[in-house]
């Protein structure tokens, strides 16, 4: 949350101090999800999200059909329509790469992501790229808009940028973005904390020297021998799999207490919601820790 607040603050700093002062809105897809504070609860879905208690009071903004394996070229028509009305009134796009996390952990077309760069590039408008859930190798790729071969205005990261032992973001962007905007008006008590900082190194370091990326394709391809025959179930709508992420969705919503009773009485700790169970296990995991958490999805 906090590096999105951050990243949403540096794009209307940026076009301020270019004397811009209407582009003070943001677009972004449907389906999204990108925290919990004020400003990152305005960008994530307005309909199917978790804010809905505080919808009368958050900044609207605009949003865009959501993108979908097999829709690319009408969720990019849909996007280009708003951009064209609204351009000069928006700072920034904001969106996950490649993968919507905890709005849907929906997966969409790497074409998508590189349309969307390419029509803000166009309408002048910035993009931010929210790698928060995505990033450090979990979709594949080291960050998921690699998958597009796109490089973003803003670039947000957080949970295993510090591998979880410790709370830290980083909103990292361009030198033409950093030196027009200056002197961030951002400074939260914590920000820049030297323990943090140490432990985000340790966890880079550890990731870069392994050899993470055959450990994430080993385990995508256990993910999809184990949880894709699944979809042949009734109970079961779709099954979605990439990188280090394995996905079932339910035709109808899972009670939670009784889904999650069921798994640790497996042995599994996993967090079910809506009509959705997923996993994203850490690289580290063996072969038969895996095939334990995918046999105990296939119970559910």
């Known amino acids: 949350s906090v590096s999105v607040e951050v990243s949403l603050k540096m794009a209307l700093q940026y076009w301020y101090n270019k004397g811009l002062r209407d582009k003070t809105r943001f677009v972004t897809p449907r389906g999204g999800y990108h925290g919990d504070t004020f400003g990152a ?60 996390g905890a709005g849907g952990m929906n997966i969409y077309e790497p074409e998508y992501l590189k349309g969307a760069k390419k029509l803000c590039d166009n309408y002048n408008v910035l993009l931010i790229v929210d790698e928060i859930a995505t990033g450090f190798g979990r979709t594949g790729k080291l960050f998921g808009c690699e998958h597009a071969d796109v490089s973003p205005d803003i670039l947000c990261l957080g949970k295993s940028l510090t591998g979880g032992y410790m709370t830290m973001s980083a909103a990292l962007t361009t030198a033409e973005v950093a030196e027009t905007v200056g002197v961030l008006m951002h400074g939260p008590t914590f920000m820049g904390s030297p323990l943090s900082s140490s432990v985000a190194n340790a966890s880079i370091d550890l990731l870069l020297s392994s050899d993470w990326q055959t450990k994430v394709i080993e385990i995508e391809k256990i993910l999809k021998k184990e949880l894709l025959p699944l979809k042949s179930k009734e109970t079961i709508s779709d099954v979605r799999v990439i990188g280090a992420i394995g996905i079932i969705e339910f035709k109808q919503p899972l009670d939670m207490r009784s889904t999650q009773e069921r798994l640790i009485g497996e ?23 895996l095939k334990r958490i995918t046999q105990a999805m296939s119970y559910i």
């Open 41 to 100: 609860m305005a960008v994530c879905d307005p309909e199917n999200g978790m804010h809905h208690l505080f919808s009368d009071v958050l900044p609207q903004h605009f949003f865009a059909n959501r993108p979908t394996i097999g829709n690319t070229s009408e969720a990019l028509l849909d996007l280009e329509k708003i951009l064209k009305k609204n351009h000069q009134r928006i700072a920034a796009m904001i969106l996950e790469p490649i993968v919507q």
């Open 267 to 289: 042995g599994v700790w996993l967090r079910p919601y809506g009509k959705l169970l997923y996993t994203m296990p850490p690289f580290i995991i063996s072969e038969d820790e």
